[in-house]
């Protein structure tokens, strides 16, 4: 039955342009953004993870950047240590050659005099950002290392603490005479035990540089594999969303052409009455 007032076939036309009307718009959105969860109506259960991972990427973040100024701080402080160290040795070849009795004792002490200076000095510039591992103000250093969410969703800080090796206190520089040949003997053990106090700090500290450089290596593809995993779970796949656009966009097409024919339907009642 064909009726003037109620047009069954354009009301059907007209829900199924709007049902693709609706659908091109989303996919544009889509395709806008570049996000197929862009809003929490999208997916309000993928939107919700998304948001705590972004979170947590920012967190790691943080804590890169924690780690970068700790394996910096260290760095300076392994090269202190070594470098006195390197002084130690020097000082230990004018130490031996004092032991001759015809030497000038007094040039070889002012030269270890000098090295003495050297250390203490190199102990002071040890630092960066205030923070000296090789002084006794200076201290231990505590350095966030990781943020880790247990399975209820509770985050707990982890640390890296690196510990002060305290050349000021540690290095008894007076121990080493040498004003005359059997004082500058004597003092060849305190020598050997000062170069190995000091090049057993220096390996600490090294040993606490690479724990620290691994762990930020480690954050670092911790943060990449969380950000690809929340671009799988929000992000739009294009080649997905080109392909459904072109189709809904001929299903528009067709859909105006399917409303016309059936908006044009009541005209063919005027065939009727002539």
């Known amino acids: 039955m064909t009726s003037i007032l109620t047009n069954n076939g354009a009301m059907?036309?007209?829900?199924?342009?709007s049902s693709i009307n609706s659908d091109l718009t989303e996919t544009q959105k889509q395709i806008s953004t570049g996000k197929e969860v862009d809003s929490a109506k999208d997916n309000s259960a993928i939107w919700a993870i998304s948001k705590v991972m972004e979170s947590d990427v920012a967190g790691f973040e943080a804590v890169s950047d924690s780690l970068s100024l700790g394996e910096s701080t260290v760095a300076v402080a392994t090269a202190g240590a070594e470098q006195i160290t390197d002084l130690l040795k020097e000082m230990k070849e004018k130490v031996v050659a004092a032991t001759g009795e015809n030497v000038d004792h007094s040039k070889l002490e002012a030269d270890v005099d000098?090295?003495?200076?050297?250390?203490?000095?190199v102990i002071g510039a040890s630092q960066f950002n205030g923070a000296n591992l090789l002084n006794t103000a200076g201290g231990d250093i505590t350095v966030l290392s990781s943020l880790d969410r247990d399975a209820s969703g509770a985050v707990t800080a982890s640390n890296?603490?690196?510990?002060?090796?305290?050349?000021?206190?540690?290095?008894?520089?007076?121990?080493?005479?040498m004003s005359d040949a059997t004082t500058a003997e004597a003092s060849i053990d305190d020598i050997e035990d000062l170069i190995q106090a000091a090049v057993d700090g220096a390996a600490a500290l090294g040993a606490?540089?690479?724990?620290?450089?691994?762990?930020?290596?480690?954050?670092?593809?911790?943060?990449?594999?969380?950000?690809?995993?929340?671009?799988?779970l929000v992000d739009t796949n294009m080649e997905e969303a080109s392909a459904r656009l072109k189709a809904l966009q001929t299903q528009q097409?067709?859909?105006?052409?399917?409303?016309?024919?059936?908006?044009?339907a009541p005209e063919t009642l005027q065939q009727l009455f002539r």
């Not at 059907?12 to 342009?17: N, R």
């Not at 890296?160 to 005479?177: C, P, Q, R, Y």
């Open 208 to 232: 606490s540089a690479a724990r620290i450089e691994k762990q930020n290596e480690f954050v670092s593809k911790v943060t990449d594999a969380m950000k690809s995993g929340i671009g799988a």
């Open 12 to 17: 059907v036309a007209l829900q199924t342009l």
């Open 114 to 121: 000098e090295l003495k200076n050297q250390i203490t000095s």
């Open 160 to 177: 890296i603490t690196v510990a002060s090796v305290d050349f000021e206190a540690g290095l008894n520089l007076t121990s080493v005479d």
């Open 253 to 264: 097409q067709l859909g105006v052409q399917a409303l016309t024919i059936a908006n044009s």
